[in-house]
């Protein structure tokens, strides 16, 4: 069975890759020694920068533009992938968007879209990834901490991310065989551009309470922890959830 954590010859791919957490982690991908794909949906100056960022820094990178929602848009990502580097060891499936608003106030197109790239956007990638990696591979998803915490406004996004946790311990056990670990994390609050939008600071006092270290998440807090599950040191870490949110539950 291939063992890609030994292999000199690495490749990731990282959706919604041009900015915030998944930016972060195609870097600390990078300089694990991965040759990154950085993923964008309409982003192409950012995701660009990030891989001039990684090539400054002495790694290997390409952008690839792809709706993650539409199913043959990730098969091109793969296929653009396997050209680049020859095959595909590792996915993170970062992609996703954050409407919120009361369930009573959510309309279609709101719910339809967010289905379409959180769920089916994930969906999408984990099918490909299931027929494509190589064995001894890793894929992580991305969940969330309001799983399990139920807080109002958060109701069709943590719905979407609770399918994402059921995807990923059912497709652990369908991959287990062939040696490919299938996790997720779940973040608590991060300062991102996708958890700061439309928040004025007494709703960010209020996230910071929430935690018992006292602040908001990083990017970097998450891109230690996808570097861990898709590196050699959790090799008996399969089909789980971790929670990064500093003590939030």
Not at 102 to 119: G, M
Not at 209 to 218: F, T, V
């Amino acid at each position: 069975m291939a063992n890609p954590t030994n292999s000199s010859s690495r490749a990731a791919i990282v959706t919604g890759a041009s900015r915030g957490i998944g930016a972060a982690i195609a870097r600390r991908l990078a300089g694990d020694g991965f040759q990154v794909v950085v993923n964008y949906a309409g982003s192409a100056g950012p995701a660009a920068e990030v891989v001039e960022e990684i090539e400054k820094a002495g790694g290997r990178a390409i952008s690839v533009q792809a709706d993650v929602s539409d199913p043959q848009a990730v098969t091109r990502l793969f296929d653009a992938a396997e050209a680049a580097y020859g095959g595909v060891d590792v996915l993170v499936n970062n992609a996703g968007i954050m409407k919120l608003m009361p369930v009573a106030e959510t309309d279609d197109a709101t719910f339809d879209q967010t289905i379409a790239i959180n769920l089916k956007g994930t969906f999408n990638g984990l099918r490909e990834a299931a027929r494509r990696l190589r064995d001894g591979g890793r894929i992580v998803s991305f969940s969330t901490s309001v799983v399990g915490l139920y807080q109002p406004t958060y109701g069709v996004y943590a719905a979407t991310k609770a399918a994402v946790e059921a995807l990923t311990h059912i497709l652990a056990k369908e991959l287990g065989p062939r040696g490919i670990r299938v996790n997720a994390v779940a973040p608590g609050p991060v300062a991102t551009e996708l958890f700061l939008k439309g928040k004025d600071e007494a709703a960010l006092d209020r996230a910071r309470q929430m935690i018992p270290l006292g602040r908001l998440g990083e990017a970097e807090d998450i891109a230690r922890v996808v570097s861990l599950l898709a590196g050699p040191d959790s090799g008996w870490i399969n089909g789980q959830v971790v929670r990064v949110n500093g003590g939030a539950v």
